[in-house]
């Protein structure tokens, strides 16, 4: 097995590449070059460093990888598709063991999943879902179900407003546009809500899983919207960007405004604990030992399940005033 040192910079990516040629048992059984140190090499694909959530959930694929045994091929595609392409197609290219990405959008990867699919590297999905047709293209998709997520936060909000009978004015904060979990927690959220017609989404707008564009669009919508009830973020970081709007604006966040948002991490629960956020529903980043464990059985050629699904729950400002100094992101 060849081997390079150093770093190979491809297009504008920042791909890291500390070695060339795969190491491991050789995929799906075929063409994947093995030998070596008979350690798996693993190309992965992460979306960006967009929030705190990605932030704990790189942390945690490359500490689970190292733990494992597991050499680890890391690209940040810098929330960009092309990026996420181009870095795939360079993992082919090295013959790695195999590939897991997290993909940025649900669409457009069938091309790219064929080439992997034809030069037997096999595929795992971390965290997003695509949207092929053709399951045949990955192996497993590990992550969080967040139509589920979506539908949590509605129904806390249902129940928040169960005695009343004026309309409340929401506005939601979206993620990246595309992506499966702006989809499927705007899908999930509406499906509950629509229920009771006093529940009234007055706008809604991408926020593209950031804190300063939460923020942002957060100052436009109380600009042209006198009177918000509650704000709906996809996200903590979106959320945070907006009590920042908020206060700016001279109300109160939790009070004047309600906020609900997905993630849980570290800075969303503390601001759950000071009763600026209302309402979290927990997503998972530490997705990074069971990845490990589900690329040891797909080179191995053993089967997996289709989908593994994150266990998560979701915390009032009580609980994470329990909670928050045993939070691990
Ligand atoms: O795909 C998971 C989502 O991506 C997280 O909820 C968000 O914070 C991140 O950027």
Redesign the pocket.
Known sequence: MKRFSGLILIGALAVTVAACGGGGSGGQGGAAAGGGDGKIVMGFSQ??A?????TA?TKSVQEAAAKAGIELKFSDAQQKQENQIKAIRSFIQQRVDVIAF?PVVESGWDPVLVEAKNAKIPVILT??AVDSKDTSLYKTFL??D?VE?GKKAGQWLVEEYKDSTETVNIVELQ??TG???AND?KAGFAEVIQADPKFKIIASQTGD??RAKGKEVMEAFLKSNPDIDVLYA?????GLGAIEAIEGAGKVPGKDIKIIT??A?KDGMQALADGKINFIVE?S?LLGPQLMDLAKKVVAGEQVPARVVTEETTFTQEQAKQVLSSRQY
């Open positions: 979306v960006g967009e929030s705190g959530w990605r959930n997290s965290d997003r992550g969080s967040f997520e993620g990246t992506s499966a979990p927690r899983f950031t996809h996200n903590d970081d979106m997905v993630d991490v997503c980043p």
